[in-house]
C-alpha cells in the first residue's frame, strides 16, 4: 500500500518562532489532508490540500503532488499550536478510499 | 466542531466482551469511515460504508464489524474484546472521495 512519511517526528520552539513540516508518500494521490490533533485528541481539520497552496491565518500548506510531497508552514507559533500534526493521503489508483496516515510530527511550542 | 457524533466518548470494559460504538455523519454525507488509533499501529483505516453498502476494508480484525442504517448513521461493532483493542476509534463522514471530517472520538478502554 501506499507509505506516508513525515518529518521531523519531533518539534521543541519558542513561542513566536517558524516552523515547516514535510510529509512525502509513495504514490498519486487524489486526496491529502493535514490535521491537528489536541492534547484532547480531538483531530481537527487544517488543510484539504492534494495539490497547490493553500493559506489560513498564521498557517499555509503546499503540495507538489507530481514530487509526492507537502509542506506545512506555522508562522509565529502560539503554545495553542502544541500538540500532533498528521499527513494523511488517499491513493488515487481506487479501491479503499480510507486515508492513510503519517506517524505524525509532535510540535511542542514553549512559551 | 466538525459535524460528525459519536458516542460514547469513553467506554471501559472487560476482556471478552462485546461493545458497540454509534457515529451519526455530518448532515448530506453518505460516506461513513471508521478508523483506529493506538499508540503501537498509529491512525489506520478500519472500514468504510457509502449510503448503506460496504465500500472498502482496511485493517479490520475478523472480530470486529461494522454497518450503515437507512438514516446513515453508522455503528461499529467489536466482540471478544482483547487487551490490546483498548484504542481511540474515530469516525469519520464525507462525500465520496471528497475531504473526510472527523467525529471527536470514543476511547475503549479493555480491562
Known amino acids: 500500500g501506499i507509505q506516508v512519511e513525515q518529518s521531523p517526528p519531533d518539534l521543541i520552539l519558542q513561542e513566536g518562532a517558524n516552523s515547516t513540516l514535510r510529509c512525502n508518500f509513495s504514490d498519486s494521490v487524489n486526496n491529502l489532508q493535514w490535521f491537528h490533533q489536541n492534547p484532547w485528541g480531538q483531530l481537527i481539520n487544517l488543510f484539504y490540500?492534494?495539490?497547490g497552496t493553500k493559506q489560513n491565518g498564521r498557517l499555509s500548506a503546499t503540495t507538489v503532488a507530481t514530487e509526492r510531497y507537502s509542506l506545512l508552514y506555522i508562522s509565529s507559533s502560539q503554545t495553542t499550536d502544541s500538540g500532533v500534526y498528521f499527513c494523511a493521503v488517499m491513493y488515487s489508483g481506487g479501491g479503499a478510499d480510507g486515508l492513510t496516515f503519517g506517524k505524525g510530527t509532535h510540535l511542542i511550542i514553549q512559551p | 466542531d466538525s459535524g460528525v457524533t459519536q458516542t460514547p466518548k469513553h467506554l471501559i470494559t472487560a476482556t471478552g466482551q462485546r461493545v458497540t460504538l454509534r457515529c451519526s455523519p455530518r448532515s448530506g454525507d453518505l460516506s461513513v469511515y471508521w478508523y483506529q488509533q493506538s499508540l503501537d499501529q498509529g491512525l489506520q483505516f478500519l472500514i468504510q460504508y457509502y449510503n448503506g453498502e460496504e465500500r472498502a476494508k482496511g485493517n479490520i480484525l475478523e472480530r470486529f464489524s461494522a454497518q450503515q442504517f437507512p438514516d446513515l448513521h453508522s455503528e461499529l461493532n467489536l466482540s471478544s474484546l482483547e487487551l490490546g483493542d483498548s484504542a481511540l476509534y474515530f469516525c469519520?463522514?464525507?462525500?465520496?472521495?471528497?475531504?473526510?471530517?472527523f467525529g471527536p472520538g470514543t476511547r475503549l478502554t479493555v480491562l
Open positions: 469519520a463522514s464525507s462525500d465520496l472521495r471528497a475531504e473526510q471530517f
Open positions: 490540500i492534494p495539490s
